[in-house]
Nanobody
Framework: QVHLVESGGGSVQTGGSLRLSCVAS????????MAWYRQSPGKKRELVGS???????VVAESVKGRFTITGDTVKKTVTLQMSRLKFEDTAVYYC????????????????????WGLGTLVTVSS
């Protein structure tokens, strides 16, 4: 069952912009930190940026000044605004939730250390 749903991926030319959104399902009661990771072919998954419940924001150096991450851990949403996209930004982008409290299929409340979305593909071409 998918609890984190990403949207907004697609194809864009270098220098263009895209906006990715992630929304947590109603079964997620709380999440401490929401983040975006990405993974390019042959590379490890890397953190792009995160938004914590205390309002702190982390942005990777490789995208600083081009990408902006905003979120709301009460509404359980996180958005990644990407501008001046480069070819090397091509990747599958994953939404991530840290320290997640949710309702299982059984109706029982539980806690997971982390949760991943299925990912959305961003392709940047010249």
């Amino acid at each position: 069952q998918v609890h984190l749903v990403e949207s907004g991926g697609g194809s864009v030319q270098t220098g263009g912009s895209l906006r990715l959104s992630c929304v947590a399902s109603e079964r997620i009661l709380s999440v401490d930190t929401m983040a975006w990771y990405r993974q390019s072919p042959g590379k490890k998954r890397e953190l792009v940026g995160s938004f914590a419940s205390d309002g702190s924001v982390v942005v990777a150096e490789s995208v600083k000044g081009r990408f902006t991450i905003t979120g709301d851990t009460v509404k359980k949403t996180v958005t990644l605004q990407m501008s001046r996209l480069k070819f090397e930004d091509t990747a599958v982008y994953y939404c991530h939730g840290d320290t997640v409290t949710l309702i299982h299929d059984t109706g029982i409340h539980g806690r997971l250390p982390e949760l991943w979305g299925l990912g959305t593909l961003v392709t940047v071409s010249s």
